[in-house]
């Protein structure tokens, strides 16, 4: 059974900055190509950047440019860097496999872009 643990999120103002952490048991981390991905309310969950068991990255247009994804296949975590944060932003944050999911999903970590 895989574990994802999200932390990092909180209330920040727009223009700031969060790092998101994901530490993930119970795989063969660095075979999966690892996502981030966010829910607002009343919307669908979406993919915002993946990363494969390379480096190779990708991003959605709506962050490209302001998030960085990265990994540590020592540690098994994943890691997003949000920087020019705006409140379209907010969202419940989520890790898992990327396209394909693992079936389990974590708790998530709020983040809230508001002044």
């Known amino acids: 059974q895989v574990q994802l643990v999200e932390s990092g999120g909180g209330l920040v103002q727009p223009g700031g900055s969060l790092r998101l952490s994901c530490a993930v048991s119970g795989s063969i981390f660095i075979f999966y190509t690892m996502g981030w991905y966010r829910q607002a309310p009343g919307k669908q969950r979406e993919l915002v950047a993946s990363i494969n068991s390379g480096g190779t990255t990708n991003y959605a247009d709506s962050v490209k440019g302001r998030f960085t994804i990265s990994r540590d296949n020592v540690v098994d975590t994943v890691y997003l860097q949000m920087t020019s944060l705006k409140p379209e932003d907010t969202a419940v944050y989520y890790c898992?496999?990327?396209?394909?999911?693992?079936?389990?999903w974590g708790r998530g970590t709020q983040v809230t872009v508001s002044s």
């Open positions: 898992n496999a990327a396209p394909d999911t693992f079936s389990s």
